[in-house]
């Protein structure tokens, strides 16, 4: 099993550019999250998915547009990149809602808007 | 309003030492806490986790206490490594809630050889 696969692992765009980060788990989960990371700042959730087809906001949604086909992929979208969005972005997932259901995460994804 | 409160941010300690990082919480819904450890480069992994019942969890040597009267949680790593060295998140969740973790806003442990 591959886990929690995340493209591209570096990107750096500029201001006003658009891209799609990609997310694919191999674990039938059907939870999948985005969180972004700044130093000091902890996991910030972006958006999350309880199913194919339904996705909600987290705390910091603003700028970032998700969508959920299939339960393996869940891709962030930005639109109009802007300097507050460079970040490392996590995307993961969890078999279930419950608990003590762990959240699997990628690697990550380093963004620089320059 | 940070939820989860996690102390301290950095801490740097010698082989052998063992180093506690503490986390605070207000909300009483909270019945799941996991402490998740990140190294550079790869996304954070499930290290330990705790439920409130219990008021110690022990694995290997890493330990989490729980002290639910006073909202708190710590995690404690017994003859620290240098392998250790990584970013230290603590976590709650609220199962009858959204199941979204709250995290803490990490610690990031240095342990020298």
């Known amino acids: 099993n591959a886990g929690v696969t995340q493209t591209p692992k570096f990107r750096i765009l500029k201001i006003g550019q658009s891209m799609t980060l990609q997310c694919a788990q191999d674990?039938?989960?059907?939870?999948m999250y985005w969180y972004r990371q700044d130093p000091g700042m902890g996991l910030k959730l972006i958006y999350y998915?309880?199913?194919?087809?339904?996705?909600d906001k987290g705390e910091v949604p603003n700028g970032y547009n998700v969508s959920r086909s299939t339960t393996e992929d869940f891709p962030l979208r930005l639109e109009l990149a802007a300097p507050s969005q460079t970040s490392v972005y996590f995307c993961?997932?969890?078999?279930?809602?419950?608990?003590?259901?762990?959240?699997?995460f990628g690697n990550g994804t380093r963004l620089t808007v320059t | 309003q940070q939820q989860v409160k996690q102390s301290p941010q950095s801490l740097i300690v010698q082989k052998g030492g063992i180093p506690i990082i503490n986390c605070a919480y207000e909300?009483?819904?909270?019945?799941?806490f996991p402490w998740y450890q990140q190294f550079p480069g790869k996304g954070p992994a499930l290290l330990i986790a705790?439920?409130?019942?219990?008021s110690e969890k022990k694995e290997g040597r890493f330990t989490i206490s729980f002290n639910k009267s006073a909202k708190q949680f710590s995690l404690h790593i017994m003859d620290s490594q240098p392998g250790d060295s990584a970013t230290y998140f603590c976590?709650?969740?609220?199962?009858?809630?959204?199941?979204?973790?709250?995290f803490g806003r990490g610690t990031s442990l240095i342990v020298h050889p």
């Open positions: 993961a997932s969890s078999y279930s809602g419950v608990g003590d259901s762990p959240l699997h």
């Open positions: 674990m039938n989960h059907n939870y």
């Open positions: 998915s309880v199913g194919a087809g339904i996705t």
């Open positions: 909300n009483t819904a909270f019945d799941y």
């Open positions: 705790i439920r409130p019942d219990v």
């Open positions: 976590a709650a969740i609220t199962s009858g809630g959204s199941y979204i973790p709250t």
